[in-house]
């Protein structure tokens, strides 16, 4: 049976196109994951359903900011629970001009500016030197793009972008912004890393969708400020679109 992880915010609880079955604990050698795994599949009746195991990145009721995460527990337990390739939202704010607000983008390239993460499985006398070049995995970024693809956003699609990886849990300061676009990034997040670096280290193919749910501060309409309602109803809006683009590329790429 094929079996992919999800990594998600609250907004995937109620994702109803899936079939849920089960929630299981898994232990880890780095302590608790941030919630139970819950299970499910796509085709109820398929002689070979498509598995699917969803961990909320931020736990019940969005209660570990990014830099509390144990991103390590994480990766570790969706690993031993068998699943075989990673798809992870996030919600972004947007940098570049050509990303609005509501739009969906499947960054290839990142930047990590945070900074007393556990970011790695190594340990002394084992250290792992991944590669790292391309942060995510081509094959999954084809099969998400070929699903966006398909199902239009009114507000746009993006192929590529970088994505600048803050510490948070606050918003970054707008002349922060400023120096993140000169590095190249088209989006600002807080939790691809070291996510996208563990799943590389345990072999797991990782690729990551993003709604931009803001201009990042000092940018547009967040010229002043950040707008949190604004924010929130474009989450809420988007979120169908994302739904929809991961149900497609799980049903049309075998794990």
């Given at each position: 049976?094929?079996?992919?992880?999800?990594?998600?915010?609250?907004?995937?609880?109620?994702?109803d196109?899936?079939?849920?079955?089960?929630?299981?604990?898994?232990?880890?050698?780095?302590?608790?994951?941030?919630?139970?795994?819950?299970l499910?599949?796509?085709?109820?009746?398929?002689?070979?359903?498509?598995?699917?195991?969803?961990?909320?990145?931020?736990?019940?009721?969005?209660?570990?900011?990014?830099?509390?995460?144990?991103?390590?527990?994480?990766?570790?337990?969706?690993?031993?629970?068998?699943?075989?390739?990673?798809?992870?939202?996030?919600?972004?704010?947007?940098?570049?001009?050509?990303?609005?607000?509501?739009?969906i983008?499947?960054?290839?390239?990142?930047?990590?500016?945070?900074?007393?993460?556990?970011?790695?499985?190594?340990?002394?006398?084992?250290?792992?030197?991944?590669?790292?070049?391309?942060?995510?995995?081509?094959?999954?970024?084809?099969?998400?793009?070929?699903?966006?693809?398909?199902?239009?956003?009114?507000?746009?699609?993006?192929?590529?972008?970088?994505?600048?990886?803050?510490?948070?849990?606050?918003?970054?300061?707008?002349?922060?912004?400023?120096?993140?676009?000169?590095?190249?990034c088209?989006?600002?997040?807080?939790?691809?890393?070291?996510?996208?670096?563990?799943?590389?280290?345990?072999?797991?193919?990782?690729?990551?969708?993003?709604?931009?749910?803001?201009?990042?501060?000092?940018?547009?309409?967040?010229?002043?400020?950040?707008?949190?309602?604004?924010?929130?109803q474009?989450?809420?809006?988007?979120?169908?679109?994302?739904?929809?683009?991961?149900?497609?590329?799980?049903?049309?790429?075998?794990?």
């Open positions: 049976m094929a079996c992919w992880g999800v990594i998600g915010g609250s907004g995937l609880d109620g994702w196109d899936l079939i849920w079955t089960d929630e299981v604990v898994v232990a880890t050698p780095y302590g608790e994951p941030s919630a139970a795994l819950r499910g599949q796509i085709e109820k009746r398929a002689q070979s359903p498509t598995k699917v195991i969803y961990l909320p990145r931020h736990g019940p009721g969005h209660c570990y900011a990014p830099h509390r995460i144990n991103y390590r527990a994480n990766l570790w337990a969706l690993k031993q629970a068998g699943v075989q390739q990673i798809l992870a939202t996030a919600t972004v704010g947007s940098i570049a001009s050509t990303i609005q607000a509501g739009s983008c499947v960054p290839d390239q990142l930047i990590d500016y945070t900074w007393g993460r556990e970011q790695s499985y190594s340990e002394d006398g084992q250290v792992l030197h991944i590669d790292f070049t391309h942060p995510f995995d081509p094959a999954l970024r084809a099969a998400l793009i070929q699903a966006g693809q398909d199902l239009p956003s009114s507000a746009g699609f993006h192929e590529h972008g970088t994505y600048g990886c803050t510490q948070g849990p606050r918003l970054e300061t707008a002349a922060e912004i400023v120096r993140l676009a000169k590095d190249g088209s989006l600002v997040g807080m939790t691809a890393m070291p996510e996208a670096a563990l799943a590389r280290e345990l072999g797991l193919p990782y690729a990551l969708l993003c709604l931009a749910v803001n201009p990042a501060a000092g940018v547009g309409q967040s010229a002043a400020a950040v707008d949190h309602d604004d924010l929130k474009v989450m809420s809006s988007g979120m169908h679109q994302v739904k929809a683009i991961l149900l497609k590329t799980m049903q049309g790429k075998p794990a």
